[in-house]
Nanobody, 123 residues
Framework: QVQLVESGGGLVQAGGSLRLSCAAS????????MGWFRQAPGKEREFIAC????????YYADSVKGRFTISRDNAKNAMYLQMNTLKTEDTAVYYC????????????????WGQGTQVTVSS
């Protein structure tokens, strides 16, 4: 069974940091683009960041640029999101996603979703 499983969410104070992980299983995702989306209460799911299969190409939403860093380890079939200088508006459920390309991922053409991990930033 192909799965993406997020971990690392939690409660943190504004200005703090968290590192999310996405562990893939069931097949290798080394040739897929992977990324993160988030959904806050009452809002639509939004794109946060993505990374190409080689790790060279990365894209970020303006709202997180300069604060979040996406990375991947194909040997571990895993992806990460380092979140620094967190703000209360970063509170959301964060989802891991895979797609055929970074273009597809940013367009929302997702092949696999994780179940989500809650990130709560307190003031």
């Amino acid at each position: 069974q192909v799965q993406l499983v997020e971990s690392g969410g939690g409660l943190v104070q504004a200005g703090g940091s968290l590192r999310l992980s996405c562990a893939a299983s069931g097949r290798s995702f080394s040739t897929d683009a992977m990324g993160w989306f988030r959904q806050a209460p009452g809002k639509e799911r939004e794109f946060i960041a993505c990374i190409g299969w080689s790790g060279t190409a990365t894209y970020y939403a303006d709202s997180v640029k300069g604060r979040f860093t996406i990375s991947r380890d194909n040997a571990k079939n895993a992806m990460y999101l380092q979140m620094n200088t967190l703000k209360t508006e970063d509170t959301a459920v964060y989802y891991c996603a895979a797609a055929g390309s970074t273009f597809d991922l940013r367009a929302g053409k997702i092949s696999h979703w994780g179940q989500g991990t809650q990130v709560t930033v307190s003031s």
